[in-house]
């Protein structure tokens, strides 16, 4: 975790990703910056500065939800397809546009004011790779 600037209350979250496609559950290290920060009660943004990447919300509990949400986003969109983009991996940056690149979320008592079975994911969507997540405190 590295405080980007005092005034803004920006912090950045570093994640190594293993696998191309992959969700990495950030609860715990979100809530350790809001304890460390003291942040109280409030709402967070969290944003994801890169577009084969997103963020979001599901349930953290049990992992075959993860696994059939990947399985259903490579169905939707496949690995190859007849995309213009020549880089290889169009169907990432169209992963990353469903999901999403920030999330506001609530805090109360100083941690993420979730549901029972709720947990924060970081997307990855052309993995492996170094991600940032940037991190905005009340």
């Excluded at 990432?92 to 690149?101: P, W």
């Excluded at 947990?119 to 905005?136: C, H, I, K, M, T």
Aim: aromatic residues 6%.
């Amino acid at each position: 975790m590295e405080k980007r600037d005092e005034g803004l209350q920006e912090f950045n979250l570093s994640i190594k990703t293993k696998k191309r496609l992959e969700f990495c559950d950030i609860t715990a290290e979100v809530n350790k910056i809001l304890q460390q920060q003291g942040v109280g009660d409030g709402v967070i943004f969290l944003f994801v500065p890169h577009t084969t990447a997103a963020v979001t919300v599901n349930e953290g509990a049990d992992p075959d939800v993860i696994a059939d949400l990947s399985a259903a986003l490579e169905r939707l969109v496949p690995r190859t397809g007849s995309y213009r983009h020549t880089e290889g991996n169009s169907d990432a940056h169209i992963k990353a546009s469903l999901l999403g690149c920030g999330l506001h979320l609530p805090v109360k008592n100083g941690r993420l004011a979730l549901g029972t079975w709720q947990s924060v994911f970081l997307a990855e969507f052309d993995g492996p790779r170094q991600r940032n997540l940037r991190l905005y405190l009340p």
